[in-house]
C-alpha cells in the first residue's frame, strides 16, 4: 500500500523483513515500516517511550495518511500495548492498532487481519445506516467495482490484477478500487462506492469482502478465474451481477492452452498422477484444472489454510481422495513419497520436496521464492493465465518429441542411463540399468522383494526414462502377491496388469 506507515515494536533481529521485499519480491524500494529495534539492554528501562518516540518520529518524518502500530512475535512478550502508546500520541491521523497473535496464526491470516482493520477504519466515517439496500444504477451509468486480496509478495498477484482488469473493462466494468496492492487509505476510504467486488484471493480479502457486504450492500464475485473454465464462470458471474453481456468475452478471446488440451498431441498427458498442496485458493483451482481440462489424476489435494479447510475437503471428496489439511512439511514429504505421483503442484516448500524425491514439481501458491517473481508479464489468472500454467505444468514432465531424442542419443556422454534427467537438475539417479527404488514400498509392501538376474536384465532393455515407472510398478504389484522373486514372467505380469 502507499501513504500507510507501520510501526513496528520488535527488537533488532527482525528488521530482516525488509529483505522480503526488496530481494524475493525485488521491489525498488523499501515497505514502508519503521522497527524501534530495541536491544536487551533497552529491557531494563522504558521500552514503552522508545516506542512512542519511534512513532512520533514516523509520523514527522513520512507524513502517511494513516498508521498501523504492532509488535512482533517477540515484542509481544514485554506487554507494553503499541495500540494505547499510540493512542496517546493523540496523532492527526487515524492510528489502527493490530493485534496479530504470532504464535497461533499464519501469514494469510495476518494479512486477511490487518486488511480487515484497515477497511475498517478507514470506510466506516461514510457507512450508510444499518440496513442500507443499494438503490439501482440510473440508466447509462457503467456498473463499478473493487478488486480485493492482491497483496505484496502475493504469488504473481501483481500480474493477475493487470489480467482480470483486462476482463472487466472488455465487459465494460468499471473499476473503483484495486486493494490493498497499490491503494492508499484515501482509496479504502471510496470503496463503498462501488456495485459489487471481485475477491480475486479469499485467504486476504474475504473478510473485508464480507463486512463490505453487510455494510454498503455489496456483492462479491466468488469465482476466481483460475484456468480457462473457471475464467469462463468468472465472466458469466461478473456479466449476471453487472447487466451486461458476457458473449463478446466469452467468444473474442482464444486460449491455446485449452486448444492444445484438446488436442491430439496432449494425449500423453491423459492419466498423469498429481499432487497438489498449497493455499487453499490455488489449490482448489489447480485441482480443477488438472483433472477437468487436462486430463491429470489427483491422487493427492491439501493445504495449509486452516480457515478454508472445509473448501479442500468438498474439492478431495470430487476425486475420492481425502485432503491433507496440515502446515507440518514433513507430513506433505511423508504422502508425496507414499503416492509417488509424477507430477507435484506445490509451494516453495513443495519444490525441494519433489527435487529430493525426483520427481518434476511447478509451483502454483506462496510462499514462492524470487523465481516466482518473474519480470515478464506471467499471470495465473485469466485465459492468459491458463496459457501460462499449462506451459508451467506440462514442461517439468518427460514426454512428447523429447523423449524419442533421449532415446536416440541414449548412447551420448550427456543422454545415458546413469545421468539425471534434464528437468530434474542433479536429482540423484542408479547404477546404469537400475533406478531408485520407490519410497512407497518401505511403508506399503509387507512382503520383500528381489529381483531375479534374469529379470533385471530384462528391465534394463526398457527405456530408462520409464523404467524407474516400470520397476516400482513390478515391485508394486509382486508385494501385494507375496511374490518374493521376481521373475521375468512378474515383470511381464505386471506390464499386462498395469496396461489394462
Not at 484495486?178 to 476510504?189: C, F, H, K, Q, S
Not at 539425471?420 to 509392501?445: F, I
Request: glycine content about 8%; some cysteine; overall charge negative.
Amino acid at each position: 500500500m502507499r501513504d500507510v506507515h507501520y510501526v513496528l515494536h520488535a527488537p533488532q533481529g527482525d528488521t530482516y523483513a525488509d529483505l522480503l521485499f526488496t530481494m524475493i519480491e525485488r521491489l525498488p524500494r523499501r515497505p514502508p515500516v519503521t522497527y524501534t529495534t530495541f536491544q536487551a539492554r533497552d529491557l531494563g528501562g522504558d521500552t514503552a517511550g522508545l516506542f512512542q518516540r519511534a512513532v512520533s518520529e514516523a509520523f514527522e518524518r513520512f507524513k502517511p495518511q494513516a498508521m498501523l502500530v504492532g509488535a512482533s512475535c517477540t515484542a509481544e512478550l514485554i506487554q507494553d500495548d503499541p495500540g494505547g502508546l499510540a493512542r496517546a500520541l493523540k496523532l492527526a491521523i487515524p492510528v489502527i492498532p493490530l493485534e496479530l497473535p504470532s504464535y497461533q496464526k499464519k501469514e494469510n491470516w495476518g494479512a486477511a487481519e490487518t486488511f480487515y482493520q484497515l477497511v475498517r477504519a478507514m470506510a466506516s466515517p461514510d457507512a450508510p445506516p444499518p440496513g442500507f439496500k443499494r438503490p439501482p444504477r440510473e440508466p447509462g451509468v457503467p456498473a463499478s467495482c473493487n478488486i480485493l486480496g492482491a497483496s505484496a509478495l502475493g504469488f504473481r498477484h501483481r500480474d493477475d490484477v493487470q489480467a482480470v482488469s483486462q476482463i472487466l473493462v472488455q465487459l465494460g466494468v468499471h473499476i473503483n478500487v484495486v486493494a490493498p496492492l497499490g491503494a492508499t487509505p484515501a482509496d479504502l476510504a471510496r470503496l463503498g462506492e462501488a456495485d459489487f467486488n471481485v475477491v480475486l484471493y479469499p485467504e486476504i480479502g474475504y473478510q473485508a469482502a464480507q463486512w463490505l457486504g453487510r455494510t454498503f450492500d455489496q456483492p462479491s464475485i466468488k469465482t476466481v478465474p483460475l484456468g480457462y473454465g473457471a475464467t469462463r464462470d468468472f465472466i458469466t458471474e461478473v456479466a449476471r451481477v453487472a447487466g451486461v453481456d458476457g458473449t463478446p468475452a466469452l467468444l473474442g478471446t482464444a486460449s491455446h492452452s485449452n486448444w492444445y488440451s484438446h488436442s491430439v498431441d496432449s494425449t500423453y498427458l491423459t492419466g498423469k498422477r498429481v499432487f497438489i498442496f498449497g493455499d487453499a485458493t490455488h489449490a482448489v483451482a489447480a485441482a480443477r484444472i488438472a483433472a477437468d481440462e487436462l486430463g491429470f489424476t489427483v491422487v493427492g489435494l491439501g493445504t495449509y489454510s486452516r480457515e478454508f479447510a472445509r473448501d479442500v475437503r468438498e474439492a478431495a471428496q470430487k476425486y475420492g481422495i481425502p485432503a491433507l489439511i496440515t502446515d507440518d512439511y514433513l507430513e506433505v514429504e511423508a504422502q508425496v513419497a507414499e503416492l509417488q505421483p509424477e507430477l507435484v503442484l506445490g509451494t516453495q516448500m513443495e519444490r525441494h520436496i519433489a527435487k529430493r524425491l525426483g520427481i518434476p514439481c511447478a509451483v502454483i501458491s506462496a510462499p514462492v521464492h524470487v523465481q516466482d517473481f518473474p519480470a515478464r508479464y506471467s499471470p495465473q489468472m485469466g485465459f492468459e493465465g491458463a496459457n501460462v500454467m499449462f506451459d508451467t505444468w506440462v514442461h517439468p514432465l518427460m514426454m512428447g518429441l523429447e523423449e524419442h531424442l533421449l532415446t536416440m542419443f541414449r548412447g551420448d556422454f550427456e543422454f545415458h542411463d546413469g545421468a539425471a534427467a534434464s528437468h530434474l537438475g542433479s536429482a540423484a539417479v542408479g547404477p546404469r540399468g537400475s533406478a531408485p527404488a520407490s519410497p512407497s514400498l518401505a511403508t506399503s509392501a509387507t512382503v520383500k522383494t528381489s529381483w531375479a538376474p534374469d529379470a533385471e536384465k530384462e528391465l534394463g532393455k526398457i527405456p530408462f526414462f520409464v523404467r524407474g515407472k516400470a520397476r516400482r510398478n513390478t515391485e508394486r504389484y509382486a508385494a501385494d502377491r507375496a511374490v518374493e522373486l521376481i521373475t521375468v514372467e512378474t515383470l511381464y505380469d505386471a506390464k499386462a496388469h498395469y496396461s489394462r
